[in-house]
């Protein structure tokens, strides 16, 4: 089965501050993605990678960084976080772009 | 790009009774389509996964259909029980792998006695 993890699992903040999620799977996959998941608006692509070093820009990417350090670890950076980033974000990890992806269980950020 | 549209986005089903969930998309080349369960407080689990050249596929009480001349994808919940209370999404890719997963919005079904 293939794994995926992400840290913290919650996490609250206040408008401005500067939160770090992070994710790690073992499938030796190539490509991690970061999506945000928000009442009516389904998943959201916010930003993925297919290998360390690497960063590609998903559909809603403002307002987030991410870096990949390692082909394991995934994270993303929200340096001046504002409400309108409240919200369930998932890592997922895939072996090829349109393949099958495997989430994580998730972080549920709020953001005063 | 592709857009998925899911219906319904809310789904009541009676224990024992079926329950149906279609996505229509858009792009005739779509070439990959899989069905995703979340169950609550929890990431997305794959459920089943077609190719374009699969018309039907069933497992362990879930039929997958495929029409590709209506472009719809649906999902058969047979003899639902309540551990198939969950959140549903579509999913689907092009032949190429080089664009990503584009996902429904998700269907919630709720199965009571």
């Known amino acids: 089965e293939a794994a995926v993890t992400q840290s913290p699992r919650n996490k609250v903040t206040v408008t401005g501050g500067n939160v770090t999620l992070s994710c790690r799977q073992t499938?030796?996959?190539?490509?991690m993605y970061w999506y945000r998941q928000d009442t009516g608006h389904g998943l959201r692509l916010i930003h993925y990678s297919y290998g360390a070093g690497n960063l590609q820009i998903g559909d809603v990417p403002d307002g987030y960084k991410a870096t990949r350090t390692t082909q394991e670890d995934f994270f993303l950076l929200l340096e001046l976080a504002s409400p309108s980033q409240t919200s369930l974000y998932f890592c997922?990890?895939?072996?090829?772009?349109?393949?099958?992806?495997?989430f994580g269980p998730g972080t549920r950020l709020l953001v005063l | 790009g592709e857009q998925v549209e899911q219906r319904p986005p809310h789904l009541s089903v009676r224990e024992g009774d079926s329950a149906i969930i279609i996505c229509t998309y858009t792009?005739?080349?779509?070439?990959?389509f899989s069905w995703y369960k979340q169950e609550a407080g929890a990431g997305l689990q794959l459920l089943m996964s077609v190719l374009s050249n699969v018309d039907r596929k069933e497992e362990q009480g879930l039929t997958v259909l495929l029409n590709k001349k209506d472009k719809q994808l649906s999902l058969n919940l047979t003899a639902a029980h309540p551990g198939d209370s969950a959140v549903y999404f579509c999913?689907?890719?092009?032949?190429?792998?080089?664009?990503?997963?584009?996902f429904g919005l998700g269907t919630r079904v709720s199965v009571f006695p």
């Open positions: 792009d005739s080349a779509t070439a990959y």
């Open positions: 499938n030796s996959h190539n490509y």
């Open positions: 999913a689907v890719s092009g032949n190429n792998y080089a664009q990503g997963l584009t």
């Open positions: 997922a990890s895939s072996g090829h772009r349109g393949d099958t992806q495997y």
